[in-house]
């Protein structure tokens, strides 16, 4: 599986970004996606994730009730809507793909199947 993130930019506080990331090489139906995103001087962490049919979707702490994910199949894509964007937000945005939903929901980032090359997001205050 390839992965493409794009949607990354500069917004200032308060603002929305859509991030989306288009897949290409397996049936992407049978993969759980995610995102994860790392902060400069700070360890990549979880943010969201959404089970193959989508279902099923699990989000950090810091982010629920601001962000959703969705995936649109017959597009293979998949998004992550931000909204109410806070400085804390500004981080490299990763996707990642996994045929275990559970590997995601228990951020096992070492075991994901496959990641995307990032994509920057900076909220300025």
């Known amino acids: 599986v390839q992965l493409q993130a794009s949607g990354g930019g500069l917004v200032q506080a308060g603002g929305s970004l859509r991030l989306s990331c288009a897949a290409s090489?397996?049936?992407?139906?049978?993969?759980?996606m995610g995102w994860f995103r790392q902060a400069p001087g700070k360890e990549r962490e979880f943010v969201a994730a959404?089970?193959?049919?989508?279902?099923?979707?699990n989000f950090a702490d810091s982010v629920k009730g601001r962000f959703t994910i969705s995936r649109d199949n017959a597009k293979i894509t998949v998004y992550l809507q931000m909204n109410s964007l806070k400085p804390e937000d500004t981080a490299v945005y990763y996707c990642?793909?996994?045929?275990?939903?559970?590997?995601?929901?228990?951020?096992?980032?070492?075991?994901?199947?496959?990641w995307g090359k990032g994509t920057q997001v900076t909220v300025s205050s």
């Open positions: 990642a793909a996994d045929s275990a939903y559970r590997t995601l929901l228990l951020r096992l980032e070492a075991r994901v199947d496959y």
């Open positions: 090489g397996r049936t992407f139906s049978n993969y759980a």
């Open positions: 959404i089970s193959g049919n989508g279902g099923s979707s």
